[in-house]
């Protein structure tokens, strides 16, 4: 094996341990993710307002939202907060230093966020949407928030005006080897947020179909051109056949 081959490979087994490992054995959610233009741009325009002030996404440039049906005026009137030009990238106006005085570590650029989450337990897009769910109250954290799958987060809960306030309801067991351990058992909504919980699952759905899609901004053409490509392949092979059959005949 190549020493390329030997890097990549312990790159993919980090990220996928580092993945599971944050899950911290807690069961994924589906997620419902939509690549439909109504669905993307209202997780754009999530991502601008909740993600974006934190985190870049310094892969993506403005104009790249035209692929899901915005004119560049739309995206300079209502999605342009932190830039001047469309051909900017999406970054955010928060410099590195004061972010990790404020929370102990640099925000990660989210450009390829869904990709890097990917576990044995899910994708990426599964991760981003239990993650962004279960945010619970805990006030031994220095933001008041903790996680259920990423325990101990740096960050606090940015869409918790949406979502409220929740509690974790713990219960203690047996892990089958003699110790005591704290199973989560579910959440306790203890103050509404703005949505009721059915509508704040369906706008964490909008903003990680945003985020996977920014990941790979051209893969609904690559997958449509794939089918072309398997379509004409196939008339071809239909074609080769009858040419063959009738080359042949004479010889059978």
Wanted: charged share 20%.
């Amino acid at each position: 094996m190549s020493l390329l081959n030997k890097f990549l490979a312990a790159a993919v087994l980090a990220v996928t341990i580092t993945g599971a490992l944050a899950a911290g054995g807690v069961a994924l959610d589906k997620a419902p993710v939509r690549f439909d233009d109504a669905s993307l741009q209202q997780g754009a325009k999530l991502f601008v307002n909740y993600c974006l002030n934190c985190h870049s996404a310094s892969s993506v440039r403005y104009n790249t939202l035209t692929q899901i049906g915005l004119s560049e005026q739309q995206i300079k009137d209502n999605l342009m907060f932190a830039a001047d030009k469309t051909g900017e990238q999406m970054l955010s106006a928060m410099r590195q230093d004061d972010a990790r005085k404020w929370f102990g570590a640099a925000p990660p650029d989210l450009s390829v966020i869904a990709r890097a989450r990917a576990s044995e337990d899910g994708s990426g897009a599964d991760w981003l949407y239990t993650y962004l769910r279960s945010f619970y109250r805990d006030d031994s954290r220095p933001t008041g928030w903790n996680n259920a799958i990423f325990p101990g987060v740096g960050m606090p809960h940015a869409l918790w005006t949406l979502q409220g306030e929740q509690a974790a309801k713990f219960v203690t067991k047996d892990d089958g080897h003699g110790n005591q351990i704290k199973h989560l058992e579910g959440f306790e909504l203890v103050k509404p947020g703005s949505l009721k919980p059915q509508e704040y699952d369906e706008q964490v759905a909008n903003l990680v179909s945003f985020l996977t899609w920014m990941g790979e901004p051209g893969q609904e053409t690559r997958r449509s051109m794939g089918w072309f490509v398997l379509a004409l392949l196939s008339v071809f092979a239909v074609l080769s056949w009858l040419l063959k059959r009738a080359y042949w005949k004479d010889v059978h």
